[in-house]
T-cell receptor, first 115, second 119 residues
């Protein structure tokens, strides 16, 4: 399977705990995105990497959130001191030029539940 | 103002019939891209079809076609010969700008339409 993979698929944690999610993009893709999707809504952009450089962060990404993409390969998204409002699906996507309008291909997502 | 508007929270269609899912968008950028994704209950977002703002022809991918009306800023998805497996949430999304250099390629999504295909 050469698609985008995410780990874990599900995470249940208690309020105040830290959690970390991993995303492995399609191997030749140099751009990687994180989105958050809450119930009944479309995904919302969180942050974006081109290779290892984090080029933009949404205002949704509070200082409790941090994302990295060392060596421009996999990426991690960490949430510190989780709150119940962080409960959502966290989606990772990757893309590259030159074809198809820079289509983003998504992984299966990580469902986070904060108790 | 909403950048992507999907006015149909839910749609029903009979198996083997065609269905149109509506999407209107708002941008002042002359260069943009429009995407449709399918999200089954499992949660994964599956890319269906893409239309660029400068494309002269409407995009088609198998049973999916995009009815692109630039002046009306609409990009409706048409699914022909619906199948039971088409039951899912469908999201319209837009990328603004060419995204050249270090520009952001982020997608802005609508709220989605839940399609139910009846046997």
């Amino acid at each position: 399977d050469t698609g985008v993979s995410q780990d874990p698929r599900h995470k249940i944690t208690k309020r105040g705990q830290n959690v970390t999610f991993r995303c492995d993009p399609i191997s030749e893709h140099n751009r990687l995105y994180w989105y958050r999707q809450t119930l009944g809504q479309g995904p919302e952009f969180l942050t974006y990497f081109q290779n290892e450089a984090q080029l933009e962060k949404s205002r949704l990404l509070s200082d409790r959130f941090s994302a990295e993409r060392p060596k421009g390969s996999f990426s991690t998204l960490e949430i510190q001191r989780t709150e119940q409002g962080d409960s959502a699906m966290y989606l990772c996507a990757s893309s590259s030029r030159p074809f198809g309008g820079e289509t983003q291909y998504f992984g299966p997502g990580t469902r986070l539940l904060v108790l | 103002a909403q950048k992507i508007t999907q006015t149909q929270p839910g749609m029903f269609v009979q198996e083997k019939e065609a269905v149109t899912l509506d999407c209107t968008y708002d941008t002042s950028d002359p260069s943009y891209g429009l995407f449709w994704y399918k999200q089954p209950s499992s949660g994964e977002m599956i890319f269906l079809i893409y239309q660029g703002s400068y494309d002269q022809q409407n995009a088609t991918e198998g049973r999916y076609s995009l009815n692109f009306q630039k002046a009306r800023k609409s990009a409706n998805l048409v699914i022909s010969a619906s199948q039971l497996g088409d039951s899912a949430m469908y999201f319209c999304a837009m990328r603004e700008g060419r995204g050249s250099g270090g520009s952001n390629y982020k997608l802005t999504f609508g709220k989605g339409t839940l399609l139910t295909v009846n046997p």
